[in-house]
């Protein structure tokens, strides 16, 4: 089985910044991609960021210029830098590993979500 927990979400003012943090365990064989998404209230999940592990980066065009997806030493984390915040980006964000369990069983894992309010 796949895990994965969130954690960093918070308050947070206007023009602020966050650290949002993903850490992975389980039998995880392949990855395909990482990344994050976010959901606010009343509205679907949408992608905020992904990196595959060829390298090839993409971000919402709502976020360009203010966060950043990096990875840590190993695939079992992930951080998502959250700059210049606005009243928009308050959301629950989750973390998103789409991997490989094993040699040719795929799909997607969803950490439980961590909450981010913009206000002030």
């Known amino acids: 089985q796949v895990q994965l927990v969130e954690s960093g979400g918070g308050l947070v003012q206007p023009g602020g910044s966050l650290t949002l943090s993903c850490t992975a365990s389980?039998?995880?064989?392949?990855?395909?991609?990482v990344g994050w998404y976010r959901q606010a209230p009343g509205k679907e999940r949408e992608l905020v960021t992904t990196v595959t592990e060829g390298g090839s980066t993409n971000y919402a065009d709502s976020v360009k210029g203010r966060f950043t997806i990096s990875r840590g030493d190993t695939a079992d984390t992930l951080y998502l830098q959250m700059n210049n915040l606005e009243l928009g980006d308050t959301a629950v964000y989750y973390c998103?590993?789409?991997?490989?369990?094993?040699?040719?069983?795929?799909?997607?894992?969803w950490g439980q979500g961590t909450q981010v309010t913009v206000s002030g």
């Open positions: 389980g039998s995880i064989f392949r990855i395909i991609s």
């Open positions: 998103n590993y789409r991997a490989y369990s094993d040699v040719v069983t795929w799909g997607d894992y």
